[in-house]
Antibody, heavy 125, light 107 residues
Framework: QVHLVESGGGVVQAGGSLRLSCEAS????????MHWVRQAPGQGLEWVAF????????FYTDSVEGRFTISRDNSKNTLYLQMDNLRPEDTGVYSC??????????????????WGQGTQVTVSS | DIQLTQSPSFVSASVGDTVTITCRAS??????LAWYQHKPGEAPKLLMY???TLQTGVPSRFSGSGSGADFTLTISSLQPEDFAFYYC?????????FGGGTKVDIK
């Protein structure tokens, strides 16, 4: 059974840093692309970043480019999100998600077939 | 960036009703579109991918259609466990984007 468990969230002042982790189990982690998604209070879902299974391809949403860094350690089955120069608008629940390819449809990042419960990040001004 | 406009943003319905949610993209996404169900405090759940393919384990009362820029999620015979938020997502190009969401509430 697939499990994704995020950790590392907390309360930080604007300009500060946090490092999120997503520990994966129940599947061959090194074979799948992974994503970070966030949800601000009272808002919808927002995709944040993607990393391919071999780290050869990485994408970010514009608002975090240059401040956030996605990475992974396939030997530890763990995905990371290093968040620097945090802003109040980065506040929200951050979740990791596993990319999935259907039999006849496989977009670059894969569809998000499993998600973690998320970790809360609060940035105070 | 591809913008996704979902409508309605809120729908009030009764058990047994049929609910239809639409998702319009600002440009064509081919069929790289997914639908998710999200209940507060829980992880989102993939319902549909490739616009009309039901994810394993999802009840057949959920169906999806569309291609290009206009998509629909239909929930037939609404069940108590279906009251939740629903989001469409395009995976044609990065940055990946979600629609604004539709809350399906109990009438």
């Amino acid at each position: 059974q697939v499990h994704l468990v995020e950790s590392g969230g907390g309360v930080v002042q604007a300009g500060g840093s946090l490092r999120l982790s997503c520990e994966a189990s129940g599947f061959l982690f090194r074979s799948y692309g992974m994503h970070w998604v966030r949800q601000a209070p009272g808002q919808g879902l927002e995709w944040v970043a993607f990393i391919r299974k071999d780290e050869s391809t990485i994408f970010y949403t514009d608002s975090v480019e240059g401040r956030f860094t996605i990475s992974r350690d396939n030997s530890k089955n763990t995905l990371y999100l290093q968040m620097d120069n945090l802003r109040p608008e980065d506040t929200g629940v951050y979740s990791c998600a596993k990319g999935f390819c259907g039999a006849t449809s496989c977009p670059l990042g894969g569809y998000f077939d499993h998600w973690g419960q998320g970790t809360q990040v609060t940035v105070s001004s | 960036d591809i913008q996704l406009t979902q409508s309605p943003s809120f729908v009030s319905a009764s058990v047994g009703d049929t609910v239809t949610i639409t998702c319009r993209a600002s440009q064509g996404t081919e069929s790289y579109l997914a639908w998710y169900q999200h209940k507060p405090g829980e992880a989102p759940k993939l319902l549909m991918y490739a616009a009309s393919t039901l994810q394993t384990g999802v009840p057949s009362r959920f169906s999806g259609s569309g291609s290009g820029a206009d998509f629909t999620l239909t929930i037939s015979s609404l069940q108590p466990e279906d009251f939740a938020f629903y989001y469409c997502q395009q995976l044609k190009t990065f940055p990946l984007t979600f629609g604004g969401g539709t809350k399906v509430d109990i009438k």
